[in-house]
């Protein structure tokens, strides 16, 4: 199956149902079925922001399953868009100058039993069973 390797907090967002939509500046044509690994990384200053939400934030693990159902351009109308429909979420998705990127859109999202493995750069297969 398909592997993501997304920075914390935003991997445990996704998993918890807050954040619908990952960032990349590249594109996507794969629709699917598809892990969510929560990598070694950690977007400190982010982490901050969402200390109200009282998340665990695991690292090298592979914390939930979902599916990635459209790759959009990201535009300054979406950017807005998504600003306003949660502001601590996407805050300065729009003051990003000239960052030109994408979002993949991730929708059926599951939890599962972490699972722990090293990540990897763009999407990656990991052999993994229901």
């Known amino acids: 199956m398909k592997v993501i390797t997304i920075k ?8 918890e149902g807050y954040k619908e939509y990952e ?3 590249w594109k996507t044509k794969y629709r699917g079925d ?5 990598g ?12 109200h939400l009282n998340l665990e934030y695991p690292v090298g693990q ?5 599916t990635i159902t459209d790759c959009i351009y990201v535009d300054e109308e979406f ?3 998504m600003c306003k429909k949660d502001p601590v979420v996407y805050k300065g998705l729009i003051n ?14 599951e ?9 990897k750069l763009s999407l990656w297969d990991y052999d993994y069973e229901n």
Not at 8 to 15: D, E, K, N
Not at 40 to 51: L, P, Q, T, V, Y
């Open 62 to 66: 592979i914390i939930a399953k979902a």
């Open 23 to 25: 960032f990349r500046i």
């Open 40 to 51: 070694k990384s950690i977007d400190k200053k982010a982490m901050n922001r969402f200390k």
């Open 8 to 15: 914390q907090p935003w991997a445990t967002l996704i998993a």
């Open 96 to 109: 990003k100058g000239d960052w030109d990127g994408y979002g993949f859109k991730i929708e059926n999202v």
């Open 34 to 38: 598809i892990l969510i690994h929560a």
């Open 111 to 119: 939890k599962i039993n972490p699972i722990e493995v090293n990540g």
């Open 79 to 81: 950017a807005q868009k």
